[in-house]
């Protein structure tokens, strides 16, 4: 079964990028759609960002449009998630997500598999 490792959080000044990683093993990923999602504490769980398996297609979550880039290497079994231009309400715990369907999704319950997060920390 697939796992999924999330890496590249870490602490940011306001107005900084990272770029976070999440790597799949046990086996390829590139017939399913992937997904990142963040979680504060107090905080519901948040959409930010999807992609289709061929990488044609991409939806964000309105808080993150125009900052956020979610892309995905499929020969590396990887799915990025750029961030630029970070405030402080971007800090969470960042989760990566595989597909349960053939299509995206923008809610928790459209993917079966979450890695274990990637902090990320703005400060201000």
């Known amino acids: 079964q697939v796992q999924l490792v999330e890496s590249g959080g870490g602490l940011v000044q306001t107005g900084g990028s990272l770029r976070l990683s999440c790597a799949a093993s046990?086996?390829?990923?590139?017939?399913?759609?992937m997904g990142w999602f963040r979680q504060a504490p107090g905080k519901e769980r948040e959409f930010v960002a999807t992609i289709n398996w061929t990488g044609n297609f991409r939806k964000y979550g309105d808080s993150v449009k125009g900052r956020f880039t979610i892309s995905r290497d499929n020969a590396k079994n990887t799915v990025y998630l750029q961030m630029n231009n970070l405030n402080p309400e971007d800090t969470a715990l960042y989760y990566c997500a595989k597909g349960a369907y053939t299509g995206t999704s923008s809610t928790e319950t459209g993917y079966d598999i979450w890695g274990q997060g990637t902090q990320v920390t703005v400060s201000s």
């Open positions: 046990g086996r390829t990923f590139s017939s399913y759609a």
